[in-house]
């Protein structure tokens, strides 16, 4: 802003000047002012963002823990159902051993052709378990409980095969 001056006898006019000057630093300290105010509520702005920030940390922390805590029982209850398949899948080979030790006892009584197909459904289920148990099954993924109690359990039926 360029301000022209009434030339008076040694210069300027003085008042004028000085009423230049006086209105260029009001100028500028409503602009500093305004600055001020405006890096102000900036700050506060920050702050407040800030604080938000820390709180999604916070419960992305709580969700990443909530997470983690999921998936491990998750891989608990896989497991678990694993264990409970191949169990499960044990006491039917027991269950089929019988049978067919009994179907063998009969032999006199039972025609030959229909123990033999007897025999062999026995075989081919047992047969699919085990190939079943085998792809499906991963028991040294996870250690626990349920470890041992699958031992315990496998320990018991391998005793009451010897003794069937």
């Known amino acids: 802003m360029q301000e022209k001056f009434d030339i008076k006898r040694k210069g300027y006019d003085r008042d004028q000047v000085d009423k230049y000057i006086l209105n260029l630093t009001k100028n500028y300290e409503r602009s500093l002012a305004a600055q001020r105010d405006r890096i102000e509520s900036m700050k506060a702005e920050l702050a407040a963002k800030e604080k938000l920030l820390q709180e999604y ?80 099954l991963n028991l040294g993924a996870y250690l626990g ?13 391998a005793a009451i095969k010897k003794s069937v």
């Not at 349920?146 to 018991?156: L, P």
């Open 57 to 136: 940390i916070s419960r992305k922390d709580s969700i990443t823990k909530s997470i983690t805590q999921a998936v491990e029982k998750a891989k608990q209850i896989e497991y678990t159902a694993k264990v409970r398949y191949a169990l499960e899948g044990e006491r039917l080979a027991i269950f089929s051993s019988k049978w067919v030790r009994y179907c063998e006892s009969m032999t006199n009584a039972v025609d030959k052709n229909l123990l033999q197909n007897a025999k062999n459904y026995v075989e081919s289920a047992k047969k699919q378990l085990e190939e079943g148990l085998s792809a499906d």
């Open 145 to 157: 409980e349920a470890a041992e109690i699958y031992e315990s359990e496998k320990g018991r039926l």
